[in-house]
């Protein structure tokens, strides 16, 4: 089973948010279904549109690398994006 690590932001592409899941079809809908929910992050900030993500085998691999990205600055994550969808296009993952 695949796991996924995965960037989202919001319609405005001004904020990113990043995680982690094995079903990201599921994930996704659930970030697009929570849109406006002041609860969690990706709700508050309407990060449902994917715009990045990579995929490993294991999931301990995937939280690692989930954790790492999440130190990073902005500026960094903004050049990983950049690396492999230059205009920052919403991905349509089905």
């Not at 592409?13 to 279904?33: A, P, V, W």
């Not at 715009?51 to 990205?69: D, P, V």
């Amino acid at each position: 089973m695949p796991y996924y690590v995965y960037i989202t932001t919001n319609p405005g592409r001004s904020t990113l948010f990043i995680g982690m899941s094995d079903n990201l079809c599921e994930q996704l809908n659930e970030h697009y279904k929570n849109r406006g929910d002041r609860q969690t992050f990706p709700g508050r900030y309407y990060c449902y549109k994917l715009i990045y993500y990579e995929t490993y085998k294991t999931a301990q691999k995937a939280i690692e690398r989930e954790k790492e990205l999440k130190k990073w600055s902005h500026k960094k994550k903004k050049t990983l994006i950049e690396n492999e969808n230059p205009q920052w296009e919403f991905i349509n993952y089905l």
